[in-house]
């Protein structure tokens, strides 16, 4: 029944803007939530989280260019992306804990793919 869908990838030139969405069934926003992304050939990292308390993180490939915000009342989390890179491109993932922190993230969403051009 948990479900976590993400929305909003799509083709964007270098400098632009996308926002991404996430949308949580059966599973509470109130909860720690998290973007991670995959490009290939390299692991799987995560890019930024926000726990139960409100603590955010952010790595520092992305660090003043995302911003994660979450909607509690809908549900629904949020990336920010702006000043995109080549870089950036990759699959996006949304991802929940299950808790009020962020040790260990549980519950994925399948991915959109976020593709940057030069």
Do not use: H
């Not at 479900?3 to 509470?28: H, I, K, T």
């Not at 990336?79 to 699959?91: C, E, G, I, R």
């Not at 299950?98 to 793919?113: D, L, M």
């Amino acid at each position: 029944q948990l479900r976590l869908v993400e929305s909003g990838g799509g083709s964007v030139q270098a400098a632009g803007s996308l926002n991404l969405s996430c949308v949580a069934s059966g599973y509470s926003t109130r909860n720690c939530v998290g973007w991670f992304r995959q490009a290939p050939g390299k692991e799987r990292e995560r890019i930024a989280s926000i726990t139960g308390y409100g603590d955010t993180y952010y790595a520092d490939s992305v660090k003043g260019r995302f911003t994660i915000s979450k909607d509690t009342t809908k549900n629904r989390f949020y990336l920010q992306m702006d000043s995109l890179k080549p870089d950036d491109t990759a699959m996006y993932y949304c991802a929940g804990t299950g808790s009020w922190t962020c040790a260990t993230f549980r519950y994925w969403g399948q991915g959109t793919q976020v593709t940057v051009s030069s």
